[in-house]
């Protein structure tokens, strides 16, 4: 269990690095757009070590004039640093970072502009 804690709050802070990133809950109603956040958690056991997969949800203030653009950018910009990218923590674990998917997701709410990436992690433990 401590792995896969560690490994979240690791996942996190390295995606905060680009844009203010939460676990499995979206922050209150006065939140500042844009931001993202980890769901969809799935850990699979391998020979040696694991493979997790999730998805990093964005959202965007849609009545901003340029929240799609912004979106967009940020979904590159998250793609690109992410990609192949290795993150770990001495003594626990690495990671290495692989891009699955992007799509955009409709909503019933009117004033959300929403993506979501779909990512994988193939875990190491020391």
């Known amino acids: ?3 896969t804690t560690t490994f979240i709050a690791t996942l996190r802070d390295a995606i905060n690095e680009i844009v203010p990133t939460y676990y499995e809950e979206a922050p209150s109603k006065n939140a500042v757009f844009p931001f993202a956040v980890i769901t969809g958690l799935n850990i699979r056991d391998l ?9 990093l949800e964005l959202w965007a203030d849609e009545k901003a004039p340029d929240a799609t653009v912004t ?3 940020l979904c590159d910009t998250l793609r690109n640093r992410l990609t192949n990218a290795v993150i ?3 003594g626990t674990f690495a990671a ?8 955009t997701i409709q909503d019933n709410e009117f004033d959300i502009a929403h993506r ?3 990512l994988s992690a193939r875990i190491f433990y020391n």
């Open 1 to 3: 269990m401590y792995a």
């Open 47 to 55: 020979d040696q070590g694991d493979e997790v997969t999730f998805y």
């Open 71 to 73: 979106l967009e950018t």
């Open 88 to 90: 770990g923590e001495t």
């Open 96 to 103: 290495h970072i692989g891009f699955e998917r992007q799509r």
């Open 116 to 118: 979501r990436l779909e």
